[in-house]
Nanobody, 121 residues
Framework: QVQLVESGGGLVQPGGSLRLSCAASGSIFSINAMGWYRQAPGKQRELVALITSGGSTNYADSVKGRFTISRDNAKNTVYLQMNSLNPEDTAVYYC???????????????WGQGTQVTVSS
């Protein structure tokens, strides 16, 4: 059993910052890529940022230069530092991780429950 638990969402004014966290727990052998996705009302879920186990990162064009993804492998945790937020960043943010469970033979994708980020004055 593997769980991803997110925290750090909330309401922030335009130009403000938030930091999201996502901790994986359970019967984990290894974690490959970890990432953040978001889904705004009436839109499809989209990739925001991705980080590999080796630390390579990839960002959506819309967040480059404003968001930073990082991870603490010892804590099985991924972070998303979001700066210069604007109303277009308003969405539910979901954590994703590709995890190989103890005793498993292949990795599977796991998702967090989602955390709301609202950017509004």
């Amino acid at each position: 059993q593997v769980q991803l638990v997110e925290s750090g969402g909330g309401l922030v004014q335009p130009g403000g910052s938030l930091r999201l966290s996502c901790a994986a727990s359970g019967s984990i052998f290894s974690i490959n890529a970890m990432g953040w996705y978001r889904q705004a009302p009436g839109k499809q879920r989209e990739l925001v940022a991705l980080i590999t186990s080796g630390g390579s990162t990839n960002y959506a064009d819309s967040v480059k230069g404003r968001f930073t993804i990082s991870r603490d492998n010892a804590k099985n945790t991924v972070y998303l530092q979001m700066n210069s937020l604007n109303p277009e960043d308003t969405a539910v943010y979901y954590c994703n991780a590709r995890i190989l469970e103890l005793g498993g033979s292949y990795s599977s994708d796991y998702w967090g429950q989602g955390t709301q980020v609202t950017v509004s004055s």
